[in-house]
């Protein structure tokens, strides 16, 4: 623990439950789907109107907002001297997300500042709150986009010129709904950065414990494979002169799952997306669309994967006369979090009565990202039987305001963490 720890000088302070409760809520009446969920793909009309939100949210907190130029939103506290300590995560969601991905880390953010305020206790340093353009990278690639951007990861420039998969180009999204900001990138550097978070994964049920005091961030490489075939009558072609991409892509899907589950381990494979033209019933295709998602917390398993798949690609491509072509989405290897937040994560959160492990994270996060600046780490909360990406996602109140309370107490804390500590 950071020495002189400014946390240590107000262990009875707690965050209000139900404030942030009820900012939970409210954010999740904003492009409501059935089951409870939420669609706010990135930069779209509804991700406007939650960052709107967000930003009225900030602003009643008289947090100073910025929004930079890949459309992040910064709000700083500025009291003390120095880098703040930064929180925060994401509102953008994939097309049936839950109501707590992204949204709970950012709004607990909020609660903690809010919270420090109302009670009179000022840190030493400026603690903030950031919203990433684009986590999830479901409507442009990769994920973690504005975050990755935010810590000179990727040009202003190149995330500008990213074409969705519906067509429309970033830069022209963020103009249109008024979030293409002037605050430059790379941003500023953190004192320190820490992400609270649903688990999505169904370890911290499983072992009936109620914190994850996160260690790394398993490494993600995303591909889309476009396969060129002979589109052809459905009736009239025999099957030994087709060139169907439809059937190359159902056998790709199928090595994918075999793949993940020879190597075992850590190792997923996931083909979420397929597109077929023309996508008729009588016609044999002429072409198909997908994506793999491919991730291992061992970098060099990892790359064994890619090139088993890539191998594998070859070979059916040859096989059935067709041609295929891949465009990598994103590669990220993988992250470890600093050994000094990942203890002051855990120490604070057994000090507050609660349950804890350390644990990889199977999903990326934009705390992935700020590692590359500033000692970071993530907190977790569990998942109801381990379902995220889905409208069913839940997590008890309980546990939300557990989390909430160690990220309180773990933001105070890093205020006093040493920069020369190792
Ligand atoms: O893809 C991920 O792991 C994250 O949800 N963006
Ligand atoms: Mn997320
Ligand atoms: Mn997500």
């Given amino acids: 623990m950071p020495r002189g720890d400014f946390s240590q000088q107000h262990l009875d ?63 700083i506290w500025n009291v003390g001297v120095g880098a703040p300590v930064m929180s925060g995560s994401h509102i953008d969601t994939v ?23 109302k009670m009179g ?18 409507r442009f690639a990769p994920d973690m986009l504005g975050s990755l951007v935010y810590v000179g990861g990727m040009s202003l420039e190149e995330a500008l010129d990213v074409i969705a998969i519906d067509g429309a180009k970033l830069g022209d999204e963020l103009v249109r709904i008024g979030y293409a900001g ?63 991409p439809a059937y ?10 075999k793949l993940a589950i020879t190597m075992g381990g850590d190792q997923v494979c996931t083909v979420g997306k397929i597109d077929i033209h023309p996508n008729l019933t009588n016609v044999v295709a002429a072409k198909a669309t997908l994506t793999l998602d491919v991730r291992n917390t061992d970098e060099s398993l990892l790359k064994q994967a890619e090139s088993k798949i890539s191998k594998f690609l070859i070979d059916i491509a040859i096989g059935e006369g067709v041609k295929i072509t891949t465009r990598q989405l994103a590669r990220f290897e993988p992250v470890i979090f600093d050994d000094r937040v990942i203890d002051c994560v855990e120490k604070i959160a057994r000090d507050q009565g609660n349950t ?17 600046v500033c000692p970071s780490g993530m907190i977790f909360v569990p998942s109801v039987k381990g379902i995220s990406h889905n409208p069913a996602e839940f997590t008890e109140t309980i546990d939300l305001i ?21």
């Fill in 13 to 75: 302070l707690r965050i209000d439950g139900d404030r942030l409760m009820s900012r939970i809520n409210a954010l999740a009446e904003i492009a409501p789907i059935d089951g409870g969920g939420n669609c706010r793909l990135a930069l779209t009309d509804e991700d406007k109107y939650g960052r709107d939100l967000l930003v009225s949210w900030m602003k009643d907190c008289n947090l100073e907002v910025s929004i930079d130029a890949v459309g992040n939103i910064i709000g």
């Fill in 95 to 117: 097309r049936t997300g839950g109501r707590f991905d992204g949204c709970y880390g950012v709004l607990a953010a909020l609660e903690v500042i809010e919270t420090c305020q």
């Fill in 121 to 138: 206790v000022t840190p030493p340093r400026p603690l903030s709150v950031g919203i990433f353009t684009d986590e999830e990278g479901a």
């Fill in 182 to 244: 002037t605050t430059p990138c790379p941003g500023l550097i953190p004192h320190a950065f820490v992400e609270l978070h649903i688990e999505q994964g169904p370890m911290l049920e499983a072992n009936n414990v109620r914190i994850g005091a996160v260690t790394s961030v398993q490494g993600i490489s995303w591909q889309e494979v476009t396969i060129i075939g002979q589109s052809n009558h459905a009736g009239t072609t025999p099957m030994s002169l087709r060139h169907d």
């Fill in 248 to 257: 190359i892509a159902a056998e790709i899907t199928v090595f994918m799952r």
């Fill in 356 to 372: 804890v492990q350390r644990m990889p994270s199977g999903a990326g996060h934009d705390a992935q990202m700020l590692a590359r």
């Fill in 402 to 422: 557990a989390g909430a309370n160690i990220l309180l107490h773990t933001m105070l804390s890093l205020t006093t963490l040493e920069s020369g500590d190792k």
